[in-house]
């Protein structure tokens, strides 16, 4: 009889699109008496049996019952109802020390010249009242007070209840001077402790009850947190406890010598839409996406911003991702890009770069700089009638990895180059990198003492510069040495509004010195001629082996057509 309780006292989550202002709630709490317990147990089996009234159970109702044992009251967001201790506290105008107490001030005042409070035991603490973040820890710990099991608050839990109250004191004096460090880079356990506090943006509302004995309303010891509603803003809504749904009500043990019980039960009794009002708000949703849709359009426009024709555009978003294999630690990346025959880039474009200092990180056996650095390029190949021997050149990004500890001991890791992708879409490339060798024991010690290496002063000279015009460049005695690999993300774009046959067949010729894997430029185009060659010789073959009067035929045919 008495032991049917809802001990399910966890929060629920619910997500509506309707305003959080047309929720609303029916509370009710009940006090457990044995005549009231004994009340329902005889109705229960009165019901349960057919030939009888229960004319002989009003005798057993008390009549008390109505009045100070129980109360139902409906409540809104935001909702303010007062409390005995508020009514009599607001009375004196001297106690009010905000615009809000003095809004309360003047409310109490107008309760009091007409019928009163429509509420007795039942009251509300909205968002904005100075209760509302400084409750005890143990009201807001609403399971232990709605359950028979006692379980004490984590370390979480605590540091939230006084979240919100710092939130509101919280005062600033310049906020471009941050009070407190913006990084920790050696946080400790306790830091971590402490600072691991969820603060997020949400509107809070408490639904109390002032669960006293009759006659000795407004204590503060005797009020008790009912019910927690919590919302963003956008559409999501916490409450805690749940909504009684047909279940059993729940349970609430007051403290002191009588230990009372009251019965909560809570009920969402929010006015449902009506179908022609959620198709009429479903069609205005749809008239509004549609009217954005439209405005985004004629921002954006509806045609594509195009090159000039014979001109093809050429677009690169790339990310320098990582660097591994280096000697010494603390990597940065100078890059640049050279522009071939035939290309440019806008004024303003930035052709070189440098990236951050990064401290490397040990990954498998390996040490790996992570960059993440990003970058952009730009560029426009315009072209030309050339002769069919030559070939389209793509834009090279050449770029230099060095160290700098913390001695400002600065050294040369290694040279490398990134040949432009010929087909868009996206690209990883991993370029091995190396860097020039001095011989003799001087030179070691030089770099790991004091810093410093040989360098290159063309870095093009990492593949043939453009500058270059002989047939073959020699590096005959010139000593390397193998270093890391740079890794690169690359996201291409060509746009083009006409090209010309000569450009295609220049694409062609590119595809093909691609999968040749030729190691020069020179090598690719003899490989090249020497295909066409062999082409010509297997027509002029062809071309004998037919028929004599087939030829001449062939000839006639084209000096009538000629003429």
Known sequence: MADCWNTDTGEAVYRSRDAIKNLRIKVRIERVTSTAALSQHLQQQVLSQQDRGD????????QGQTGENEEEVVVGWQEKLFSQYEMELFQSEAACQTPLDRQYHAEVKALNRTKGRRNHRIFTYTDHDRYTSCLPLHQMQSGDLLTTTKSSPTFLAERMASVRHRRQERRTTDCNIPKTKIINWEPTEEFVKNSHVVNNAMQTMHIMGDLGPTGRLGQKENEFLLMTI???????????PDFNKNKEPYRIVTDGEKREVWRLTVENISTTMKPEEKDREQNMYKD??????????????????????????????GEIVSAKGFEYDNLYIHFFMELPNNWSSLPFQSLSGVTQTCRTKTLGKENVALFSYPFNFEAFYMSEKESEESI?????????????????RYRTEGYGYLL??????????????????????????????IGGSPELEDHSYVRIPGTFKGERLSRFGFCTETTGSVTFNLHCIQQARSFVDAAMLKKRRQKVFDQLGGFSQQGAVCNILEAFQRARRKMQEARESLPRDLISATSQLQIESSA
């Open 392 to 408: 389209l050149q793509w834009p090279v990004l050449y770029f230099k990895v060095l160290s700098l500890d913390s001695w400002q």
């Open 55 to 62: 004319i002989e159970l009003e005798t057993l109702t008390s």
């Open 288 to 317: 509004l996406y549609v009217r954005h849709k439209e405005y985004l359009n004629s921002l954006v426009g509806q045609d594509f911003e195009m090159p000039p024709a014979g001109i093809l555009r050429y677009l690169m978003n």
């Open 420 to 449: 432009f992708p010929a087909m868009p879409g996206k690209h990883t490339v991993t370029c091995h990198t190396w860097r020039p060798l001095q011989t003799g024991t001087s030179s070691v010690l030089r770099r790991f003492f």
């Open 230 to 240: 919590k919302t963003d803003g956008s559409g999501t809504v916490i409450v805690k």
